[in-house]
């Protein structure tokens, strides 16, 4: 069975600094992979996805991810966060042609102004 | 539905008791899922329910998970002679079918505390 790990699990920034949180699957088969992020008292949201072509995803609100194969990675980047990032991001991945989703643990992310 | 709707939001219940939870998906969603929260843990999936097919429910933790929906609408999570590890956020999602095309909608979630 697939799992993921995310092995930051509490990250604390300051304004404009830049963001980069891990996340890494174990899965040998095709994968589709996935951000969620949960602001204070929200829920889930989707951040960005991949399924296939450009390893390099966009995804709302300025963040970005890369799918590294080779890594077994999906980190989430963005160069400049904002205190309104603050919340819990979790990543997932789907297997199978399926749409049944793995979590990993998730991040807490602070931003401080 | 705007949104996958979920209740109760918050529910205190005691030990041994039984408690059901309610999950009405988006309108038109034929896949609907539920997964598990615990305090300080990542979501587990438990059940996942699409169209008329059998569900898979392969995530439930014990038989005294069970879960129903009747047709394409509202999913109920029912769990048994409840136990204080069985605390947690319960949250249900949809998606439009199982195809992993389909971004998954999550509700706010159902708190339950078992005392």
């Known amino acids: 069975a697939q799992s993921v790990s995310q092995h930051n699990h509490h990250v604390i920034l300051s304004e404009a600094a830049s963001l980069e949180l891990g996340c890494n699957y174990s899965y040998g088969g095709t994968v589709n992979l996935f951000w969620y992020v949960q602001y204070p008292g929200q829920h889930l949201q989707l951040l960005l996805k991949?399924?296939?072509?450009?390893?390099l995803v966009k995804g709302i609100k300025g963040f970005e991810a890369e799918f590294i194969k080779s890594k077994f990675s999906f980190n989430l980047r963005k160069p400049s966060v904002q205190w309104s990032d603050t919340a819990e991001y979790f990543c997932a991945v789907s297997t199978g042609g399926g749409n049944k989703l793995t979590f990993g643990t998730g991040t807490q992310l602070k931003v401080e102004l | 539905g705007a949104g996958v709707s979920q209740s109760p939001s918050n529910k205190v219940t005691e030990k041994g008791k039984d408690v059901e939870l309610r999950c009405d998906p988006i309108?038109?969603?034929?896949?609907l899922y539920w997964y598990r929260q615990r305090l300080g843990q990542g979501l587990e999936f438990l059940i996942y329910?699409?169209?008329?097919?059998?569900?898979?429910k392969s995530g439930l933790p014990s038989d005294r998970f069970s879960a129903e929906r009747t047709g394409e609408s509202v999913s109920t999570l029912t769990i048994q002679r409840t136990q204080q590890e069985d605390s947690a956020v319960y949250l249900c999602?949809?998606?439009?079918?199982?195809?992993?095309?389909?971004?998954?909608?999550f509700g706010e979630g159902s708190w339950l505390t078992v005392v």
């Open positions: 999602a949809s998606s439009l079918n199982r195809n992993s095309g389909n971004t998954i909608y």
């Open positions: 329910f699409q169209g008329n097919s059998a569900p898979d």
């Open positions: 309108s038109g969603h034929t896949a």
């Open positions: 991949y399924f296939s072509g450009d390893p």
